[in-house]
């Protein structure tokens, strides 16, 4: 009996999307099932009251400039057939990390973070500038590592312990599923896409690349169902036959992709296999407010594109016994990248580790209210930053780690999912194989590339 569809892509995301369009381009019979009514999961764009909002989307890492050869970027416009200009980016004005006793600049010229090193660290310059030199020549895309703990590594090539906690703060906070840690491979991958090639940004959001991605697969031909959850992924064996959606229609397929993680696509199975390991679930969240200014950050006396900050010396990188934690997070301006400067309102988004269950044990009620009570305190943190903040907003609003397990599914509302990662792909079904978050590549490049790798070995390869 016919299939329906050569490949069935669990999530219209990132990696889901990407993956589709480079199948379509190959007239592979694609089917994109998304269960919600955006596109995007993590990253996506919504409207309220008339005002409208990027989630997820701090910054595209891995920019390069237009004609750049070998980079990531162009790599993926490649893959994907897109020009330069689909994504119109816009590179960042500068960032910086920001400890008590020190701060640390960096721009897209690598070299500006190693000035800074040099100058708030004189001693570890010359140790710095040799883990650069191992971090370049480490091939941090094969799919074959071996997992290594990056602040083990670090301390063989660092002697002092506030060089490696800035180091890690940015690191972390942008793709560690692990607390306290992160593995050496997805630390190396990071260096590279922050530091050594640096941020950019979407002129119109992260609705620029979205909607660029969508466009381009449905003109490849590639079928996009939304609001058509996967209920159940139906097995014979040791082989996946279809897909049972929420409406209780069928659909089959040679082959299925799923962006949705490693446990929840194998809580989905109808007959899990007797030897199905059991995985430790992600417990980094996070919440993010976003306070809309009717002025530009940088008329207010701020112009960092992006600022890491912790308030001790030491980074402590956990799931918070209460619901956030605001000793460290993630500040980010988008109307300090190059060309934003005519934005309509100013924007300062500030992000915060959280703990998911404090949020889940929350009624209604107590949920709004302390919803209120982070967006209080984060006018007190952006008053640090901004002249009269206050008189100059005009809205808010701030997703939790609720917000985060609703639109992507990941249990506990885990940001980067599981802490082990299969980078292959591979799956205990012989044609059941995980893109996105939980294959391992990481970042907005990471997520595309992660589609685009996991289609082009276990579907394009096989003919």
């Not at 609705?207 to 490849?220: D, E, G």
């Amino acid at each position: 009996m016919p299939m329906d569809y050569d490949v069935i892509i669990i999530g219209a995301g990132m990696s889901g999307l990407s993956a589709g369009i480079r199948l379509a381009h190959f007239d592979k019979r694609v089917c994109i099932l998304e269960k919600h009514y955006a596109y995007g999961g993590l990253n996506s764009y919504y409207t309220l009251n008339g005002r409208a909002f990027d989630v997820g989307l701090h910054a595209v890492t891995n920019y390069a400039k237009r004609g750049a050869r070998a980079m990531p970027l162009t790599k993926l416009l490649r893959q994907l057939r897109l020009d330069y200009d689909d994504f119109d980016l816009r590179p960042q004005l500068g960032s910086e990390i920001r400890f008590p006793s020190a701060r640390l600049r960096f721009s897209n010229d690598p070299d500006l973070l190693t000035e800074e090193v040099a100058r708030c660290f004189p001693a570890e310059i010359d140790r710095f500038r040799s883990l650069l030199n191992v971090i370049r020549a480490h091939d941090d895309t094969r799919i074959d590592v071996t997992p290594m703990s990056g602040r083990a590594v670090l301390a063989e090539h660092l002697r002092d312990p506030l060089l490696i906690e800035m180091l890690l703060c940015p690191i972390m906070y942008y793709g560690s599923p692990t607390e306290s840690d992160i593995d050496w491979t997805h630390f190396v991958t990071l260096v590279k896409s922050i530091f050594l090639q640096g941020f950019a940004r979407p002129r119109r959001g992260v609705r620029q690349i979205i909607t660029t991605l969508v466009k381009r697969y449905r003109a490849c031909g590639g079928t996009l169902k939304m609001r058509c959850g996967v209920e159940r992924i139906n097995t014979r064996g040791a082989r996946a036959e279809s897909v049972t959606l929420a409406s209780g229609e069928t659909l089959s397929a040679d082959v299925i992709l799923s962006s949705a993680g490693y446990p929840e696509t194998m809580a989905m199975l109808s007959n899990p296999p007797p030897d199905l390991p059991d995985v430790a679930v992600g417990r980094v969240s996070f919440v993010e407010i976003i306070l809309c200014l009717d002025t530009p950050p940088a008329k207010l006396g701020y112009d960092t594109t992006i600022t890491f900050y912790n308030d001790k010396e030491s980074f402590r990188f956990v799931r918070p016994d209460d619901a956030v934690d605001i000793t460290s997070g993630v500040i980010c301006c988008p109307n300090n990248y190059e060309g934003h400067e005519d934005m309509a309102e100013g924007i300062y988004r500030l992000t915060w580790m959280a703990n998911y269950d404090r949020w889940a044990e929350l009624d209604q009620a107590a949920y709004e209210d302390k919803k209120r009570a982070c967006v209080e305190r984060a006018l007190e943190r952006a008053g640090r930053d901004l002249a009269n903040v206050r008189s100059h907003l005009v809205a808010s609003d701030m997703f939790t780690p609720l917000t985060i397990k609703r639109f992507t599914g990941h249990i506990d509302g885990a940001v980067y999912g599981a802490p082990t990662k299969r980078r292959d792909g591979r799956t205990e079904i012989d044609n059941l194989f995980i893109c996105g978050t939980d294959q391992g590549f990481l970042g907005i490049m990471g997520a595309m590339m992660s589609g685009i790798t996991i289609a082009n070995m276990h579907v394009l390869a096989a003919g």
